[in-house]
């Protein structure tokens, strides 16, 4: 009886199209001008790459741009989202930005830009996890 609400429960989560969580964190600190990448999920590291980061400002809001490539010759749907900290580490405005839908086509490469809400931003984390696999 077990094992069938457990199969009942796998099969109801593949039907609603699972997100999985785990994805690719890139931190983009401002104002040291480096960037660095989180691995959180084994296989979107083995499809997508992270080939630069760049920021600027602007009346000084922040801005941080990571260019992505898809490292396989098929269509990936993923999501992102730019997450801002202050100087202590602390999330600007957690519940603001949504996941963004990405269509990563095979071989291409996507720019991705968040800006920050305010001026008391100071890094960056770009978030990215896949919404189903690649085709």
Request: some cysteine; proline content about 2%; overall charge positive.
């Amino acid at each position: 009886m077990m094992f069938r609400n457990v199969l009942l429960a796998a099969a109801a989560a593949v039907a609603a199209g699972c997100v999985e969580t785990a994805g690719t964190r890139v931190k983009v600190d401002t104002l040291a001008g480096e960037a660095s990448v989180y691995e959180g999920s084994t296989r979107l590291s083995n499809r997508v790459k992270v080939v630069r980061t760049t920021y600027d400002q602007y009346d000084g809001i922040k801005k941080a741009s990571v260019t992505i490539e898809s490292l396989t010759h098929r269509r990936q749907r993923l999501q992102a989202r730019m997450i801002w900290l202050d100087a202590e580490g602390t999330e600007i405005d957690p519940d603001g930005k949504p996941f963004r839908a990405i269509i990563l086509d095979g071989k291409d490469s996507f720019v991705f830009t968040g800006v920050a809400p305010n001026a008391k931003a100071v890094t960056a984390k770009m978030v990215i996890r896949e919404t189903d696999t690649a085709e």
